[in-house]
């Protein structure tokens, strides 16, 4: 990053803007606004049909973005609408049916969408953690291939494969976090479905559209841990970056050092992603409608949630 301001500022000086500053940084947007998709609760009560993790939307915002929620259920024009105003989404983690629930349903909207505009050079990014790195996989391969392994609470250390310092996720990483990724138990498991090695490989949709960054394993099955496409800006985790920072329930979610750095440098890669995205509301008023801050999240970790804070919609 440094190293690129500071051509900008040379070819700027030097009044050779074209050649050298890459078309992304012309016209950078400081003020992301990123969508993040709601999912049905379990159980649901009078007003409280959906519901998004807190530690999510704190994530985002630490990096220096707004959020957005994404609500469920609503008519595909809204989604178009809303696709049109926001420079990100974002598919949490969860429990939704990753075929006939509301959130696959919307997820598929939304990715259908920023395929498009990407496609037309209208750079949008798409994240997925957890759920919504799976919800990623059956959407791109049109199928479920996952398979059920021993990881529903565990942290591990990320088995990067060879080329992922070049990766456009980590390549600004800095070193010492990289090697903190690689050697400590920092990256919360908490699944009981993974895409394996064996069905990801087997998929042709699969392999040519993202690229394996890292994998790791229950004991048993090597299964894929972080991606991201290879000619569109989505990505995806299998594991939880926001949980470090935010979440308290389990005894295994790390919270050293480098596991905060972890949460904070994968947050400012993807709101830095959401920058190169010049999408907006019609004007400030509405986008003051739409924010997260219209809700209030509730102490839901005092009642037994694995949550800290969640926002509950209707
Ligand atoms: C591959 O996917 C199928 C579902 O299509 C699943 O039944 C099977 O367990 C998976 N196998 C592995 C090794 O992931
Ligand atoms: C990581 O966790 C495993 C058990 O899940 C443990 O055996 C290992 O020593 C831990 N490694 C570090 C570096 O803490």
């Given amino acids: 990053m440094r190293v690129l301001s500071l051509a900008c500022l040379?070819?700027?000086?030097?009044?050779?803007?074209?050649?050298?500053?890459?078309?992304?940084?012309?016209?950078?947007?400081?003020?992301?606004?990123i969508g993040i998709l709601a999912q049905e609760l379990k159980?649901?009560?009078?007003?409280?049909?959906?519901?998004?993790?807190?530690?999510?939307?704190?994530?985002?915002?630490a990096a220096g973005a707004r959020v957005v929620p994404v609500m469920i259920n609503r008519p595909e024009e809204e989604y178009s609408q809303l696709f049109h105003s926001i420079n990100g989404i974002l598919f949490p983690?969860?429990?939704?049916?990753?075929?006939?629930?509301?959130?696959?349903?919307?997820?598929?909207?939304?990715?259908?969408?920023?395929?498009?505009?990407?496609?037309?050079?209208?750079?949008?990014?798409?994240?997925?953690?957890?759920?919504?790195?799976?919800?990623?996989?059956?959407?791109?391969?049109?199928?479920?291939?996952?398979?059920?392994?021993?990881?529903?609470?565990?942290?591990?250390?990320?088995?990067?494969?060879?080329?992922?310092t070049q990766s456009r996720l980590f390549k600004d990483f800095p070193p010492e976090v990289m090697t903190a990724l690689a050697t400590e138990n920092i990256t919360v498991n908490f699944h009981k479905w993974s895409i394996s090695m064996e069905n990801f490989t087997k998929s042709e949709e699969l392999r040519n559209f993202y690229k394996i960054l890292s994998t790791n394993t229950d004991?048993?099955?090597?299964?894929?841990?972080?991606?991201?496409?290879?000619?569109?800006?989505?990505?995806?985790t299998q594991w939880h970056p926001e949980k470090n920072?935010?979440?308290?329930?389990?005894?295994?979610?790390?919270?050293?050092?480098?596991?905060i750095k972890t949460t904070f440098y994968m947050a400012d890669f993807f709101v830095n992603e959401a920058k190169k995205n010049s999408h907006s509301f019609a004007n400030e008023e509405e986008a003051v409608k739409h924010l997260i801050y219209n809700h209030n999240p509730v102490f839901s970790g005092a009642s037994g949630s694995s949550f800290q804070q969640m926002y509950y919609f209707e």
Wanted: hydrophobic fraction near 35%.
């Fill in 219 to 236: 004991g048993n099955i090597e299964f894929i841990s972080t991606m991201e496409a290879y000619h569109f800006p989505v990505y995806g």
């Fill in 43 to 61: 159980y649901p009560e009078l007003k409280r049909n959906s519901y998004i993790a807190a530690s999510y939307v704190k994530t985002l915002e």
């Fill in 93 to 164: 983690g969860g429990a939704a049916n990753l075929l006939t629930s509301g959130y696959a349903k919307a997820a598929h909207i939304f990715y259908k969408l920023a395929l498009e505009a990407n496609s037309r050079g209208d750079y949008f990014p798409v994240w997925g953690t957890c759920l919504g790195f799976e919800q990623l996989l059956v959407i791109t391969s049109g199928e479920k291939l996952l398979c059920r392994t021993n990881t529903r609470g565990v942290s591990l250390p990320l088995d990067f494969k060879q080329d992922a």
């Fill in 10 to 33: 040379l070819s700027t000086l030097c009044g050779i803007h074209e050649a050298v500053v890459p078309q992304n940084d012309k016209r950078r947007n400081d003020r992301p606004i």
């Fill in 245 to 259: 920072a935010f979440e308290w329930s389990r005894k295994y979610y790390p919270h050293t050092q480098s596991a």
